[in-house]
């Protein structure tokens, strides 16, 4: 059995930062993919970033340059640093391991 439990969101105004947290645990004998991803009202779900075993980063384009993605490997953390954030951003946001199990998910609302 594997959780993660995710932490961090919240409501920010435009221009604000958030960061996200992922800890997973349970019987995970390598992590090879830790992603983000959010849903908006109405929308799919899709891939905001993600890291991989080699230390790789994926970002979609809507957040280069504004989020950063990142993992503690000992504590079987993934971290998503929010920066400059945009009423667009706003989602529930669900981490991933594997591309296996998720996250309960984590609302972030930015109002304009």
């Known amino acids: 059995q594997v959780q993660l439990v995710e932490s961090g969101g919240g409501l920010v105004q435009a221009g604000g930062s958030l960061r996200l947290s992922c800890a997973a645990s349970?019987?995970?004998?390598?992590?090879?993919?830790m992603g983000w991803y959010r849903q908006a009202p109405g929308k799919q779900r899709e891939v905001v970033a993600a890291?991989?075993?080699?230390?790789?980063?994926n970002y979609a384009d809507s957040v280069k340059g504004r989020f950063t993605i990142s993992r503690d490997n000992g504590k079987n953390t993934v971290f998503l640093q929010m920066n400059s954030l945009k009423p667009e951003d706003t989602a529930v946001y669900f981490c991933?391991?594997?591309?296996?199990?998720w996250g309960q998910g984590t609302q972030v609302t930015v109002s304009s």
């Open positions: 991933n391991i594997n591309q296996l199990w």
């Open positions: 349970g019987s995970i004998r390598s992590i090879n993919f």
């Open positions: 890291i991989h075993s080699g230390f790789m980063t």
